[in-house]
């Protein structure tokens, strides 16, 4: 869990921000930094090669083809960025219906936190998206915790009657051996094995 508040508070909002806003320092690097990291974000999102090059190329030509207007680039950046800054979020939800609610919530952010980076520094908009996750964090514990003792409640739950099946089976097989070794290795069982089918191939490779 400590982990998991670690990424979400601040490695997360300092990659995305390198990633989706690098590109409103104005430098070079900042720019092909910012390309790369996208790359990789929309691999784990899309897994399509012919959408992410075509995002690439778009991107491209909007950070180095000097030819385009000054505000129809800024425009183009603005929108076609946080769409996909937005579209990197969908997997924080489960339902079709929810995604599309939450990649405009995601992007309207996302348009936030560039106006931040262009009006004001880069670093601003990392701090300021560092506090939000934090404050959306901090909104959202009470809930995760309550999620999160349930599972780990019905998890134990599930381990208690598979161990009571396997041990009566092997008490009424005769197998006694088994059956106290079987007993002896339930404090080794860890949550992962919250399976009848998991419960019954750990202790057959174990007794066995």
Known sequence: MPLVL???VFVGPIFEELAFRS???????????????????????????????GCEIILSLLFFNKKIPDHFRLIGLMIIINFLFGFIHVGNVGEWGMKVSYTIYAMGIGLLLSYVA?????????????????????????????????????QSEVIDV???????????????????NANNLMDSVTLENNTLSELVKYWFEKVS
């Open 118 to 154: 262009l009006r004001f520094k880069f670093i601003y908009a990392i701090i300021l998206h560092i506090l939000w996750n934090g404050m959306v964090t901090l909104l959202e514990k009470d809930e995760l915790m309550k999620h999160s003792s349930k599972s780990v409640t019905y």
């Open 6 to 8: 670690a990424y979400v």
């Open 162 to 180: 598979s161990a009571d099946r396997v041990w009566l089976g092997f008490k009424e097989a005769g197998n006694y051996d088994a059956y106290i």
């Open 23 to 53: 590109w409103t320092i104005g430098r070079k690097w900042a720019k092909i930094l910012g390309l790369i990291l996208i790359t990789i974000y929309l691999y784990f999102v899309l897994r399509n090669y012919i959408l992410i090059v």
